[in-house]
């Protein structure tokens, strides 16, 4: 045949026919390329060649079924909602070491108030997860008039979850201490950490006072149990008291980096418009982020029109999140905040499952030189009880105002600690006879089951046997 004849019989295919080669060609094409866009930013090879190509040659095949205009149409809807489905189906998991990527939007320029002086000194690694490693300090921000943010360069080996503690060894009256403050800054930031304080009590106080750009820090490896629940299909529902913004900042940046079509809602509740720490770069965010929005409470004073008057309460969560009841919900603040919002969000019909908190009072009690109080009965104040460690063969007396830890020290048993408020988990200690009461909250319902405390906030109220 030749080829005017080719030509000759193609001038006469119907028109429909051109339409209804068109939408199955490119749809195969389109859809083949973004599961590989997918595939590039998510995965490994393998992962393309499986379930996300299988999918996509699935819908690549509908256009066919409409043998017009139409199923092109169709068929790019399809595609943009696969393409939006396997960024939730295929998050980027947790990087492992951290990432060359660009400093997050707070860290562009100097915050008002802040220095930014670059200190070159070198990083010591961690070399196990108990050590304490120096690590200068690179810069200094102030994000209200008594929180500060320090950052730091990033020792070898520290990675972390969005939301999780560093561990910080200070000098303060003549003293070492050892406090945990939340990480503010993401997983995936590059080269530094950053910790966000309050200037409240002897420890939080004295890094105000003498930590510069240029200056060293002790630190020890991340840790915690409160952390950003990444591979989730729910949106996010964080909810901050006063400084406990902190750990739902990481959270916060890291979910806007990582998960970018993943809807988040923050509610921040502070006393005034003076106590709103990160200001400028929630408003930042919520304007170039259309999955992100914020609702900031004033509880005190005057609020603005960019605020909202009075405290976090049903109708703000309503109107800022309709769908809380399927969210995964994170709250940080003080006792009084969390237990109002907890049983507030059990009012709204949120499951227990999908709420998970951290409370601040004991970074604060930390700070302030102490830990969190635990409440005695009258009867109980006077008494003393009998205290016996089972491995190492002691015994001793425990007073009415000393902790577990405390009475072990007393008496030369050694009890591995670091925050001393019920923090870090460090001086999990099993109960196995006896009658005590716990004041943290960290420790989850197995382990209080299984008779664990933490010996730092822990009272006697009976003659008990431990494993120490």
């Not at 108990?130 to 810069?139: G, I, N, Q, R, S």
């Not at 405290?311 to 009084?336: F, K, M, Q, S, Y």
């Amino acid at each position: 045949m030749r080829l005017s004849d080719v030509l000759r019989s193609a001038k006469m295919l119907p028109i429909f026919f051109v339409y209804s080669a068109a939408p199955p060609i490119l749809a195969f094409v389109t859809t083949i390329h973004l599961a590989l866009v997918v595939l590039r930013a998510h995965r490994s090879p393998a992962a393309a060649y499986s379930f996300v190509t299988f999918v996509s040659v699935l819908f690549a095949g509908s256009p066919w079924l409409i043998s017009s205009l139409l199923g092109l149409v169709i068929g790019f809807v399809v595609h943009v909602g696969w393409f939006a489905a396997c960024e939730q189906l295929l998050p980027a998991p947790a990087a492992k070491t951290p990432k060359p990527a660009a400093a997050p939007a707070s860290a562009a320029a100097p915050r008002p108030g802040g220095m930014a002086q670059m200190a070159r000194k070198p990083v010591e690694p961690a070399r196990r997860t108990h050590e304490f490693v120096k690590t200068p300090v690179l810069a200094v921000f102030d994000e209200t008039p008594d929180v500060r943010t320090f950052r730091m360069a990033r020792p070898e080996g520290f990675e972390f979850k969005a939301g999780q503690f560093l561990t910080i060894r200070v000098r303060a009256d003549g003293k070492e201490h050892v406090r945990c403050y939340s990480i503010s800054s993401p997983p995936g930031a590059q080269g530094h950490l950053e910790i966000t304080v309050k200037r409240i009590g002897l420890v939080s106080g004295a890094l105000h006072a003498t930590v510069r750009p240029g200056a060293t820090l002790s630190v020890r490896p991340p840790g915690g149990a409160f952390f950003y629940p990444a591979g989730e299909d729910r949106p996010i529902v964080l909810i901050a008291g006063g400084v406990g913004i902190t750990p739902l900042m990481s959270m916060l940046r890291h979910a806007i980096d990582a998960e970018p079509t993943r809807p988040v809602t923050l509610f921040y509740a502070v006393r005034t418009v003076e106590d709103v720490a990160f200001c400028d770069e929630i408003q930042m965010l919520a304007r170039r982020h259309r999955q992100f929005r914020a609702f900031v409470a004033i509880s005190d004073g005057p609020a603005g029109p960019e605020f909202f008057p009075g405290r976090i309460n049903e109708e703000l969560l309503t109107t800022g999140a309709p769908d809380i009841v399927h969210a995964v919900c994170l709250l940080c603040g003080p006792p009084p905040m969390l237990d109002a919002t907890t049983a507030l969000l059990a009012k709204m019909g949120v499951p227990k499952p999908q709420i998970s908190f951290e409370i601040f009072q004991a970074a604060v009690a930390a700070s302030a030189g102490g830990p969190p109080p635990v409440e005695a009965s009258p009867a109980q104040e006077a008494v003393a009880h009998g205290l016996r460690f089972e491995r190492s063969g002691s015994a001793t007396t425990v007073e009415a105002n000393q902790t577990m830890l405390e009475a072990a020290e007393a008496c030369g048993v050694a009890i591995p600690s670091l925050c001393r408020a019920g923090v870090c988990g460090t001086c999990r200690t099993q109960v196995l006879s006896g009658d005590v009461q716990c004041a943290s909250q960290m420790l989850d319902e197995q382990d209080r089951q299984d008779g664990f405390v933490l010996a730092c906030v822990t009272k006697i109220k009976s003659d008990c046997t431990i494993d120490a």
